[in-house]
């Protein structure tokens, strides 16, 4: 199949996070048929593809992703999520950019590269990931990545397709990601009738100067490869229901991003100071999702550039910004990790999209890639 082709069919399956639902399926037989050794790993509710060509020289790993997020509303959408439609010389579905599409125009790439380079001067792993963008406790691919180390076999390239560009395909690479801790918070107050305020402490009330103290606060000032910790609430959940009955408990969602100038124990810590500022018991339960990392070395980052200078005619900034990525697993084994992929503008939106040039730009680039790759390699 092109890259089209077999984008559309991964984005007709409906791969929610944990489930891959199909998208393995077809992808196999695609790698098969190019001489790629296939396995299949089951994690814990998910699963994750591994797929080897070669046995000598560094390894070269492209880390993707078949899940996607929910659709969100399907009747807000312009074309049918899961449909995989082509409006206006765009393709439109969900995991069109986020990343699908990346894992098809990898995929067409690699035809391209092997048809002419059968025996390449490097080792090409593809992995695939089905739970990238659930929750850890249904598995992640950080117990494959342990489960190769203690066989030696440690990744020397990593190429993550996640959405890094920003206005034109290669204009952005990502050589590290920040932390992500989040939390839950129940503050604990005493419930009452409203008419009695000496006799009720309210969590809504008491929270207010909390949420003023989180937003003003700087937490850390960043450096010169990352933005400094932001902190932003996802959800507050509180009262009874009626209007003269003061609540007892409220919950609230947050999370920081954080830069390596701060720790997620120094968060937890100061997080904890502004809360003990308040006349409310509190309970919190936290989720260390990411801690930052960052790619020094600059083998693999001077031949991306290299491709990128040669189809696009300039090399890409680099930014750290954005959300977490699977890289972060990658990265403690010594790898060098870097993500290369679609514009990210519509991902996790409504009418996510990718248009034909700019899958064909992307092939384009991955191709020149594992040209540049080979040409380093020899």
């Not at 067409?108 to 092997?114: I, S």
Request: hydrophobic residues 40%; negative net charge; glycine residues 8%.
């Amino acid at each position: 199949m092109s890259a089209l082709n077999l984008a559309q069919s991964l984005i007709r399956i409906k791969s929610i996070s944990p489930n891959d639902a199909g998208c393995f399926e077809v992808i196999e037989p695609e790698l098969v048929s190019l001489g790629f050794k296939v396995e299949k790993i089951k994690e814990l509710n998910s699963e994750t593809l591994l797929a080897k060509f070669g046995n000598k020289g560094k390894i070269f790993c492209y880390l993707g992703h078949t899940d996607v997020v929910p659709s969100g509303p399907i009747e807000e959408w312009s074309s049918h999520p899961f449909e995989a439609n082509v409006v206006n010389d765009e393709l439109i579905g969900r995991g069109a950019a986020d990343m699908k599409a990346s894992v098809a125009a990898f995929i067409e790439a690699l035809k391209n590269f092997l048809a002419t380079c059968p025996e390449p001067n490097f080792q090409i792993w593809m992995m695939l990931a089905s739970n990238e963008e659930g929750e850890p406790q249904d598995g992640k691919i950080n117990t494959l990545i342990e489960s190769l180390a203690a066989n030696n076999e440690i990744i020397d390239y990593c190429l993550v397709g996640e959405a890094s560009s920003t206005s034109t395909v290669g204009d952005v690479l990502r050589v590290g990601r920040r932390g992500s801790l989040s939390g839950n918070l129940k503050l604990i107050g005493k419930q009452g009738h409203v008419a009695y305020p000496t006799k009720v402490l309210s969590p809504i009330l008491e929270v207010g100067p909390i949420i003023s103290d989180l937003q003003t606060i700087s937490w850390d000032q960043g450096n010169e490869y990352f933005d400094p910790t932001s902190f932003q609430i996802s959800n507050i959940d509180s009262g009874t229901g009626a209007t003269n009955v003061v609540p007892g408990h409220l919950n609230m969602l947050f999370n920081f991003r954080f830069s390596p100038e701060s720790s997620h124990e120094s968060l937890k810590e100061r997080f904890i100071q502004i809360l003990e500022k308040s006349k409310c018991e509190f309970e919190i339960e936290w989720t260390l999702n990411a801690v930052p990392y960052l790619t020094k070395k600059t083998n693999l980052l001077n031949i991306i550039q290299s491709a990128l200078k040669k189809i696009n005619n300039k090399e890409a900034v680099i930014d750290n910004g954005g959300g977490t990525s699977d890289g972060r697993w990658v990265s403690p084994s010594g790898a060098e990790v870097i993500e290369l992929g679609p514009i990210n503008k519509t991902i996790h939106q409504i009418d996510e999209k990718i248009s034909l040039s700019d899958l064909k730009l992307l092939t384009r680039i991955y191709n020149q890639i594992l040209v540049e790759t080979n040409s380093d390699s020899s």
